[in-house]
């Protein structure tokens, strides 16, 4: 059993940073981020294998960077130049088998952290 936590979140202005950390008790062979705004579906931002390798949904790309902090137990994902549309509840979550950013390759997920950007 995986647990995870995830912490990090608040309100922030148009064009801030916010990082997120998710607080694992053991990294699995995939770890994500996700997310979901009301009246929407949840929707992938990054993934990291346990090997290293990070898969991103293309609209992220290049704003948001996915990483991980073993010697603190922790995945981070840091998020630059935030707009309001990245207004919504973050998960972290954790896989067993193969690594991507869709919801299939998790089966265990967080609580979720709201992040809040106003104009």
């Known amino acids: 059993q995986v647990t995870l936590v995830e912490s990090g979140g608040g309100s922030v202005q148009t064009g801030e940073s916010l990082t997120l950390s998710c607080t694992v008790s053991?990294?699995?062979?995939?770890m994500g981020w996700f997310r979901q705004a009301p009246g929407k579906e949840r929707e992938g931002i990054a993934s990291?294998?346990?090997?290293?390798?990070?898969y991103y949904d293309e609209w992220v790309r290049g704003r948001f960077t996915i990483s991980k902090d073993s010697a603190n137990n922790r995945l981070v994902l840091q998020m630059n130049s935030l707009k309001p549309e990245d207004t919504a509840m973050y998960y972290c979550?954790?896989?067993?088998?193969?690594?991507?950013?869709?919801?299939?390759?998790?089966?265990?997920w967080g609580q979720g952290t709201q992040v809040t950007v106003s104009s």
């Open positions: 979550a954790a896989g067993f088998g193969s690594c991507g950013i869709y919801s299939r390759y998790f089966n265990t």
């Open positions: 053991a990294f699995t062979s995939c």
């Open positions: 990291m294998s346990r090997g290293g390798s990070t």
